[in-house]
């Protein structure tokens, strides 16, 4: 045992007791010189002798004080709850105690040096545990206290907390270290356990947010020192918002952990999916060779996620958009790279649903173009910049006004923003309901306030999104306000673009038929630019159609002969394979006009701007014309001073009112 036989000639130099003795061997060999050596009557070697004598029972004594500290070490050390030890920083000389040993599993001490405990420290560890050693050696912390993994006997590792301290000598040197050790794997398993479930999402088992904000600072740190590219693609399920409302959370649920493990089962090394929260889904694939690479992943995902979906008696058609950002093309802070994904996503969604598409610095301007106007609408109707236009219908034969239609206008901040900018962000935002709200609150308060005045208006068409046929309280609420300003449902006509099929369940179906049923009419706006398919038109509970306005501005003008023409549509579910815009549409618009007609329903034509236009539509039998060339959207008193004032003027050749 050479570590504590060295520890004993240290102890003896160094222990107190030693050096009481040596004034009293010097007097004694002093005066043993002076008496007897002058007389000579005592041999020199007899003091010297003496001397040896007693200092062996000196070092006898300090033999006996080692031995007596050394045993209440050892008692401590065993008596200890944790296992101690005690180093030599300068000869690397390490002594542990029993328990130490003991809970690593091993009967015989075999660790005598630094070397074969850092053996033993785990790989990852020894670094971090050198160094904060060395740390405290230099006197850079109070105490050291380093947790680190320890490989017991039976090969497996175990973690520790040691503390210790290191004894100086006077130049600040360290000389001895000693301290404690403690096993704790127990708390550090517990913690791991906690630490990993606070970076896991319970349903699907993915990492989350958490986990994704951490891990990504880090892998873009890597991508950037390393100049290699990685790519960050937003995925976010489409329309499933209307799954959970419709079908319920826990069938949503299930969805979700479907989808996540179908994009689990196709990730690769480098690839890590996460679930941050919600129907949202966030790939980062490492290491990508080009942003091609990226699109491809993407569309591959999407692919996965298009497959049908069996989830208990339902099979459902997942659609989603997919954004994505590069690093260090488009960033390497976290957030921003998570921004501009999320914005690449955003514009898929918008463009079109299942799409895929790759973050632009375009795309990132009309974003806050968009949030600029997100954020004004919000205090739109509160600040009174929200008002109301009023648009003539005229009917064709016999000439005249058969109705008009309601448009909404915001100017913000001196500017006039068309609805067509600002109404898809209250769609999608959701403030459309409440926007829905006051027009029609508005448009009821002028109905009331001008059918004082012309008891024969004629009828006005309001438009309607889809998004406030959610729930089943429009029809209530119109009814209502009808009542409370004393206006039949013959005054008004709902218009509803085809969007509204788009919606859960077919139930607005039947919330049209509802409104019917109260005696309101209802038209299908913007004709022709959706999905309808004769199919529908015959099922839904429509009474006009209104051709959409990129139709009418396609008509051939009378002078240009040589464009061709299309054959008559058999039907109008081929409409959709025509390309509108660059052909003449007459044949098409006669042939709405034929099916509509069959189908019993009145058409009006929407932004005739042209004689020409209109003299088309008047030849083949369109019902009502609306546009520019016969009357522009009006405010409220030039409405009333050059639409509704003639008409009570010439109230014999008006048109009956819709009302009766
Ligand atoms: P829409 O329902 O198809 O309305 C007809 C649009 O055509 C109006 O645009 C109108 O001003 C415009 N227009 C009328 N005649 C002509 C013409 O001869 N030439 C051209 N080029 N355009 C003409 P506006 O007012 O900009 O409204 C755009 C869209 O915004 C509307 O299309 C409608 O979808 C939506 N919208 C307007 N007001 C409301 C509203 O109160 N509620 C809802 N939900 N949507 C509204
Ligand atoms: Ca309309
Ligand atoms: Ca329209």
């Not at 319970?202 to 892998?219: D, I």
């Not at 489409?238 to 419709?246: H, L």
Request: proline share 4%; glycine share 6%.
């Amino acid at each position: 045992m050479h570590a504590s036989f060295s520890l004993f000639w240290r102890k003896l130099f160094s222990l107190s007791a030693f050096w009481p003795l040596l004034p009293l061997f010097m007097a004694l060999s002093l005066s043993g010189w002076g008496v007897w050596g002058q007389d000579h009557t005592v041999p020199l070697q007899a003091s010297v002798f003496f001397l040896l004598f007693i200092g062996m029972i000196g070092v006898y004594f300090c033999f006996l004080r080692f031995r007596r500290i050394q045993n209440i070490q050892d008692l401590a050390m065993r008596g200890a709850h944790d296992g101690m030890f005690e180093w030599n920083p300068r000869s690397k000389e390490l002594r542990v105690g029993p328990r130490l040993l003991g809970f690593l599993g091993y009967s015989e001490n075999f660790i005598f040096d630094t070397h074969t405990w850092l053996d033993l420290v785990h790989s990852e560890d020894r670094e971090r545990y050198n160094h904060m050693v060395a740390q405290h050696l230099k006197g850079e912390t109070d105490v050291f206290y380093c947790e680190y993994r320890v490989r017991a006997r039976d090969g497996d590792y175990l973690w520790i907390a040691a503390r210790g301290l290191a004894k100086r000598n006077r130049h600040g040197d360290s000389t001895l270290m000693v301290g404690s050790v403690s096993e704790i794997t127990e708390r550090k398993n517990r913690e791991n356990f906690m630490f990993q479930q606070a970076r896991e999402d319970p349903l699907t088992g993915l990492p989350n947010r958490l986990a994704l904000l951490e891990n990504l600072q880090r892998n873009s740190d890597e991508a950037y020192q390393a100049q290699s590219l990685m790519a960050v693609l937003f995925i976010d399920l489409d329309r499933f918002k209307d799954i959970n409302d419709t079908k319920g959370h826990s069938i949503g649920d299930k969805l979700l952990v479907q989808i996540g493990q179908r994009m689990r089962d196709t990730q690769e090394a480098g690839q890590t999916l996460y679930r941050p929260g919600g129907d949202e889904f966030i790939l980062v694939a490492q290491n990508i060779p080009d942003p091609e690479y990226a699109i491809a992943l993407a569309e591959r995902l999407l692919q996965k996620i298009n497959e049908p979906i069996a989830v208990d008696d339902f099979i459902f058609f997942m659609k989603a958009s997919i954004g994505i950002a590069l690093c260090p093309d488009h960033g390497t802070d976290v957030d921003l790279l998570l921004g501009n994904a999320d914005t690449a996503m955003y514009v898929a969604k918008a463009e079109s649903a299942n799409k895929t598409r790759l973050f632009t610095n375009a795309m990132a301007k009309r974003l806050a173009a968009r949030y600029e106007i997100e954020d004004g609408l919000r205090h739109a109707i509160e600040r009174q910049e929200l008002s109301l236009v009023y648009q003539p219908k005229y009917r064709l034969h016999p000439y005249g006004v058969a109705g008009f239609e309601v448009l909404l206008r915001w100017h913000h901040q001196g500017r006039f923003i068309p609805p067509d900018r600002f109404v898809p962000i209250a769609e999608e935002t959701g403030m459309i309901v409440e926007i829905g709200r006051w027009v029609l609150e508005e448009t009821f308060k002028q109905l009331s306030d001008w059918k004082k005045t012309y008891p024969k208006l004629p009828r006005c068409a309001i438009n309607i999104s889809s998004r406030q046929f959610l729930g089943q309280f429009l029809l209530h609420h119109v009814l209502s306000c009808l009542k409370r300003y004393q206006l039949s449902p013959k005054a008004i006509e709902i218009e509803v673009t085809e969007s509204i099929l788009m919606q859960s369940e077919g139930e607005p179906i039947s919330q049209l038929r509802s409104f019917q049923d109260a005696g309101i009419s209802t038209a299908l706006d913007d004709f022709g630019v959706g999905y309808s398919s004769l199919a529908y038109l015959q099922q839904l509970p429509i009474d006009t159609l209104k051709i959409d306005s990129s139709f009418i501005a396609s008509l051939k003008p009378f002078e240009d002969k040589s464009a061709t023409n299309y054959r008559p549509s058999a039907s109008l579910s081929d409409l959709e394979m025509l390309p509108v815009k660059a052909v003449h549409t007459d044949e098409i618009v006669k042939a709405i006009l034929t099916i509509a007609h069959s189908l019993g329903l009145y058409v009006v034509a929407e932004g005739v701007e042209t004689v020409s236009q209109k003299k088309f539509l008047s030849d083949h039998g369109c019902d009502l014309i609306q546009g520019n060339l016969v009357g522009m959207p009006l405010e409220a008193t030039l409405f009333e001073q050059t639409i509704l004032h003639p008409l009570k003027a010439r109230d014999k050749s008006m048109v009956p009112s819709s009302d009766g």
